[in-house]
Every structure is written in structure tokens, then in C-alpha cells.
């Protein structure tokens, strides 16, 4: 069964540096998203992607972040200038209808 | 604003059956959906209620009342790798692939 994909499975970065979160997505999926969970809380809301634009936000998605689709099937989170509270769990998940199916999840450190 | 509220912990035997509440307050209404994270792991989708009412799938089965904005998640025949974090989850916009808001999640522990 196709799995949504993403790489790396752990990244380590110093505060302040650049980070790019990589996602493959099923090659049917519509809609893609970006979810976080930071260790021991909810998984909370990034950003919904559709028809190659930002569709959904949330307040946490700031000018820090942006996505990317930039060859019509690698799904990008990137993140300017890391700091200490970016740490978390960071989810990619798509779907072709109501339900989001999530991948494995990046753990991003930031030390 | 949002509230998604359900037990922080619940406990129970193998073999047994057990009922995980969760209760919403949200602007808008566009489906309620239960996922499973283990440790360390994914959350993976379990079922998706739009409708009031009960939709089994196999040993779990999910029901919603909109009216009482209440759903929950019913567990049976409980084996010990259903020890995991159950977390409820709702979708306000109308529009397609718009966010899902997930409450803390209930972690359920089985014993033997």
C-alpha cells in the first residue's frame, strides 16, 4: 500500500540556520498539508496546499515558513532562521477526500 | 474559537471494551475524525463521521451527535496493541483540504 514518504527522518540544526522538510506524497493525492506536534502536546496546524497554492494557514505559519511544490510531486516545508521552539515532530499528510493520511514524521532539533 | 476536549488518560483489560468521549466547540462543521498514534509514530486514520450517527469498522466504531457536539471512539475485543494515544479530531471549513484541529488526545493503556 502507497505511503506518504518523508526524509530526512531526523534532522539536527543550530538556531538560526535554514531547514528544508522533505515529502513525497501518494501520486493521487489532491489536497497536502503540514502539521507539527511538539514533544508531549497536539498535533497542531501548519498549512494546507491545493492546486499548487496555499489554500489554509494558521497563525503559526509565519514569514518563517513556506512551502513548495517544486516538481509536481516532492511536497517542501521550509523554515528560515531556526529557533529553539521550532523543535518538533513535522508531519506531511495528504488525501483525496476528507480523511488526511500522515507520514512518518521529520523530528527536527533545533540546538 | 476552538475547544476539542477528551480524557487525558483511560485504562483498561484486554479482551474488554472501552468508550473514549471527546466534545467540540468549533465555528464551523465539517466532520469529526478519530486517528491512532503510537510512541514516537504517526497518527493513522481510523474513521470519519460527517452524519450523526454510528459507523463500525471492524472492532472500532465511531458515533456523532452534531447537536450535542459530542462523538465517541468504541473500542472492542481490546488487545494490547491498542495501548496507544487516540486522538479526536474536527474539520470547520467547508472548502476541500482545509485544517483538521485535533484535541490532546486520550492515551489508552491495556493490560493483561
Known amino acids: 500500500e502507497p505511503e506518504v514518504t518523508q526524509t530526512p527522518s531526523h534532522q539536527v540544526t543550530q538556531m538560526g540556520q535554514e531547514v528544508i522538510l522533505r515529502c513525497v506524497p501518494i501520486?493521487?493525492?489532491?489536497?497536502f498539508y503540514w502539521y507539527r506536534q511538539i514533544l508531549g502536546q497536539k498535533v497542531e496546524f501548519l498549512v494546507s496546499?491545493?492546486?499548487?497554492?496555499?489554500?489554509?494557514k494558521s497563525e503559526i505559519f509565519d514569514d518563517q515558513f513556506s512551502v513548495e511544490r517544486p516538481d509536481g510531486s516532492n511536497f517542501t516545508l521550509k523554515i528560515r532562521s531556526t529557533k529553539l521552539e521550532d523543535s518538533a515532530m513535522y508531519f506531511c499528510?495528504?488525501?483525496?477526500?476528507?480523511?488526511?493520511?500522515f507520514g512518518q514524521g521529520t523530528r527536527l532539533t533545533v540546538v | 474559537g476552538q475547544n476539542i476536549d477528551q480524557p487525558t488518560e483511560m485504562t483498561a483489560t484486554e479482551g474488554a471494551i472501552v468508550q473514549i468521549n471527546c466534545t467540540y466547540q468549533?465555528?464551523?462543521?465539517?466532520?469529526l475524525f478519530w486517528y491512532q498514534q503510537h510512541a514516537g509514530e504517526a497518527p493513522t486514520f481510523l474513521s470519519y463521521?460527517?452524519?450523526?450517527g454510528l459507523e463500525e469498522k471492524g472492532r472500532f466504531s465511531s458515533f456523532l451527535s452534531r447537536s450535542k457536539g459530542y462523538s465517541y471512539l468504541l473500542l472492542k475485543e481490546l488487545q494490547m496493541k491498542d495501548s496507544a494515544s487516540y486522538l479526536c479530531?474536527?474539520?470547520?471549513?467547508?472548502?476541500?483540504?482545509?485544517?483538521?484541529?485535533f484535541g490532546k488526545g486520550t492515551t489508552l493503556s491495556v493490560s493483561s
Open positions: 499528510a495528504g488525501g483525496t477526500g476528507p480523511e488526511a493520511f
Open positions: 501520486s493521487n493525492h489532491l489536497y
Open positions: 496546499f491545493y492546486n499548487n497554492e496555499i489554500s489554509e
Open positions: 468549533t465555528s464551523g462543521f465539517n466532520g
Open positions: 463521521n460527517v452524519l450523526d
Open positions: 479530531a474536527v474539520r470547520e471549513g467547508r472548502q476541500a483540504g482545509t485544517a483538521l484541529i
